[in-house]
């Protein structure tokens, strides 16, 4: 019989129900949970996560816009922007950048320059901006990066507008540069308005004017896939260029000044005394601005900073000499506006040397002139007779007679770190240096030595004041700015600084004519400059001492070493009738005022009134990639 066992077909279906329960809570249980989190997703966190994924969908991107150009009087560029590729990444799409840095170094070249400039930038800049590792790729480069960038995660090659300075370092000192945006111009801009700029104007009018040449940023939104690639353009708003500047400079006297300098350090400052507009603002030796826009190599640099003729030193705005005998004519001028209210011989007569009252003191002149006046004095550069003007008008007087013309005070022009000069005083000198002031303090400053000292700029300004009898300008090298969207221009407004009032107006006159005989009479210091002049020129001459003069033996130029030789001065301005240029000249040691610095003056005098040098300013192609 066999034993079959029976099912309980009641308690299984108990089971199965009680399973069925419990997987039926679970599935309720993970449903409710989906729901809940859905909600949550869905409605309480539906802005966070929408913003999130419009992220990952659009990018904004910023336009940055092109600078403004740099324009000479004549419309000649003095600075300007041409498009090149640049190597960027974008940090934040980045997981590791040294591998990534390892790889793109064997597709172009990368120096420990950029490495150090990009590294900075990482420091410095949000990581959700393009940075740039390389500048100026040619295409053979662009080309490499091209071909690999759907591989290159967070790498982008962009064309972007460089600056390019086209006349090399012609006018350097005045135009300046621009170069990559450091922590330190971090902390003075706002960098919403500079994102995706590179740049800003460092020195010069690149960064007197930086505000009218930056532009606006623009915004691009673009859509972008999952490895951040762009993939199409939705919405642009686009960039604001800068203003352009329209300069008082003329590019052509500018390379005529330049060249005229040669190999010398020196500077040359031309002014319109109607407007104060510069006109030539030349120092040189002259470097290439080019080599500061992406970053100039620590070699070079050092080169440039260690050179002994020191070409990154701004002579004609931050120069200061001692204006030796270019002096007199101001001091002349007080001694025709003194009249009788001084003890001062008019009719003095030149032994070649002058002893100081009272003391057993001497000082020479540079030959023994004879019987002169202050005509002749001026003409011929006789220091005994402004050693006894000096003495009769004392300290006082003579601070008196420089300060309305601008001394020892920077003028104000469009350019940074000016230096002021010194006009010296008795106060001045104890307060500085601990020292009274001495008799043969004021003997010295009567021939402009000593401790007064002026810069290029300065004199010309002086010179200028001079040639509008008294009007002195604020000198500017900006003329006007142009918006490139409209053409429309906006004219700087110059006004005068001051008004010097003379008790006795023709003394403005009689003070041109003596420089004017400076130039044009037979015993003048400048007479070669103006024997064949077709115009006239009213000039001074003078020559500024660099070391002490053994009293035994003289001054012997081929016995002094280059560097302790003398300084030449001239300052002038023309046509005598109607000024239309005024001007100063220094050359560095290089001894004669008449012989040195005035044939430069003339040079540069030809070109602006008269024009026509062969001189070659028309722009050069920015230099080939190497």
């Known amino acids: 019989m066999l034993n079959i066992p029976l099912k309980d077909y009641l308690r299984e279906t108990r089971i199965f129900n009680t399973r069925l329960g419990a997987a039926g809570t679970v599935v309720a249980a993970m449903t409710l949970l989906l729901l809940a989190r859905l909600v949550y997703v869905q409605v309480i966190e539906h802005r966070h996560y929408a913003t999130l994924s419009q992220a990952n969908r659009i990018k904004t991107v910023p336009v940055p816009p092109a600078r403004g150009l740099i ?271 001084i003890d001062m011989e008019r009719d003095v007569y030149c032994t070649g040397t002058y002893h100081l009252p009272g003391t057993s003191a001497r000082f020479g002149d540079w030959k023994a002139h004879g019987r002169v006046r202050l005509r002749d004095a001026i003409a011929q550069s006789c220091d005994v007779y402004f050693y006894r003007l000096a003495v009769a008008l004392g300290a006082e007087r003579l601070r008196l007679a420089l300060e309305p013309f601008g001394f020892g005070a920077p003028t104000g022009i469009d350019l940074p770190e000016e230096k002021a000069g010194l006009v010296p005083s008795p106060e001045w000198k104890l307060r500085a240096r601990k020292e009274p002031w001495y008799a043969g303090d004021t003997v010295v400053a009567g021939i402009g030595q000593g401790l007064i000292l002026a810069t290029p700029l300065q004199l010309a300004n002086a010179a200028a004041t001079l040639a509008a009898h008294g009007t002195r300008m604020k000198p500017t090298l900006l003329d006007a700015w142009e918006d490139p969207l409209t053409d429309e221009r906006t004219e700087v407004v110059r006004q005068p600084v001051r008004r010097i009032r003379l008790a006795d107006p023709h003394n403005w006159a009689k003070i041109t004519g003596y420089m004017a005989d400076v130039v044009h009479s037979r015993k003048g210091t400048a007479q070669r400059i103006g024997y064949d002049a077709p115009y006239h020129i009213a000039g001074k001459t003078g020559t500024a001492q660099v070391a002490a003069i053994d009293p035994v033996e003289g001054y012997d130029e081929d016995k002094v070493p280059e560097r302790l030789r003398d300084h030449a001065l001239f300052i002038a301005f023309a046509p005598v009738e109607a000024p239309k240029v005024a001007l100063a000249v220094i050359v560095e040691n290089g001894g004669s005022g008449s012989g040195t610095a005035a044939p430069i003056a003339r040079r540069v005098l030809d070109q602006l009134l008269l024009g026509g040098a062969d001189v070659s300013v028309g722009a050069r192609p920015p230099a080939p990639v190497q």
């Open 71 to 341: 324009l000479d009087r004549n419309g000649v560029v003095l600075a300007q922007n041409f498009p090149v590729y640049t190597l960027e990444i974008v940090p934040e799409q980045v997981e590791d950048m040294d591998a990534l840095l390892a790889e793109l170094g064997t597709l172009v070249r990368i120096t420990p320059s950029d490495l150090k400039n990009f590294e900075r930038q990482l420091r410095e800049r949000p990581r959700f901006e393009g940075l740039a590792l390389r500048a100026h790729l040619n295409e053979e480069e662009a080309a490499r990066i091209a071909v690999r960038l759907p591989f290159l995660r967070g790498v982008e090659l962009r064309a972007r507008l460089q600056r390019h300075y086209p006349l090399g370092g012609l006018a350097v000192h005045a135009l300046g540069y621009v170069s990559r945006i450091s922590g330190r111009d971090l902390a003075r801009i706002d960098p919403s308005a500079y994102r995706g700029i590179q740049h800003i104007g460092k020195l010069g009018l690149e960064y007197t004017y930086e505000n009218l040449l930056v532009g606006t940023v623009g915004i691009e939104k673009v859509e972008i896939n999952a490895h951040g690639r762009e993939l199409r353009t939705l919405e642009r708003q686009p960039p604001v260029p800068g203003k352009d500047l329209h300069l008082s400079l003329d590019a052509r006297a500018q390379a005529v000044a330049e060249q005229a300098l040669g190999e010398r350090r020196g500077a040359v400052v031309a002014i319109d005394p109607a407007t104060g507009g510069v006109l030539v603002f030349a120092s040189t030796p002259t470097y290439d601005p080019n080599a500061f826009v992406n970053g100039i190599d620590a070699a070079s640099y050092r080169a440039l900073l260690h050179d002994p003729d020191r070409p990154l030193i701004n002579r004609a705005l931050r120069g200061q000499y001692a204006p030796g005998s270019t002096i007199k004519p101001f001091y002349g001028l007080a001694d025709l506006e003194a009249g009788d209210d």
